[in-house]
């Protein structure tokens, strides 16, 4: 088993040991949906896929050998660096330009910086998915699970 299996089955572990604690929360009688509910979606779908990471895993190394250990010298620390400060501006900013806004400007930037756009054509995938990305976590959020998102002080967007 590699790596990826490990990480999965610690994965399922965790979101198997979240999901017994969710049962434990009390239901509210002015509500019909409990503490809960969502947290209970959440970390069963993180508990699927996790299982599904770690059976492709073990489907994917039968019968072979262990690979060798991948080379330091192809790690790229200052992108994972990078990569986090500009989460913490996305979270930033967040207050301030709402949550639509800040989230396609941080999925643009995210997806630019994993993936450099070259010309001009190349910025409409990021661009797309940056819309894609924000339009559907809104509308899932907002108007199917009714749950409010950050709107922003500067914009009230």
Do not use: C, Q
Not at 75 to 84: H, K
Not at 92 to 99: H, R, T
Not at 139 to 148: A, G, K, M, N, Q
Request: proline share 8%; charged share 10%; aromatic share 10%.
């Amino acid at each position: 088993m590699g790596r990826d299996g490990i990480a999965g089955l610690a994965v399922l572990a965790a979101s198997l040991a979240l999901f017994v604690l969710t049962l434990d929360l009390k239901d509210s009688p002015l509500v019909p949906v409990g503490p809960g509910f969502y947290p209970r979606i959440v970390l069963a779908l993180t508990a699927v896929l996790s299982l599904g990471l770690a059976v492709a895993d073990v489907l994917a190394h039968r019968g072979r050998r262990p690979a060798p250990a991948a080379d330091a010298t192809k790690l790229n620390y200052p992108l994972v660096a990078i990569s986090f400060g500009v989460f913490a501006l996305y979270v930033v900013a967040l207050p301030w330009l709402g949550f639509r806004i800040a989230t396609f400007a941080y999925v643009v930037a995210s997806s630019s910086l994993l993936a450099p756009p070259r010309g001009a054509k190349g910025w409409s995938a990021p661009l797309i998915l940056a819309l894609a990305t924000t339009v559907v976590t809104w509308l899932v959020f907002e108007r199917w699970l009714s749950v409010l998102l950050p709107r922003g002080s500067w914009t009230d967007f």
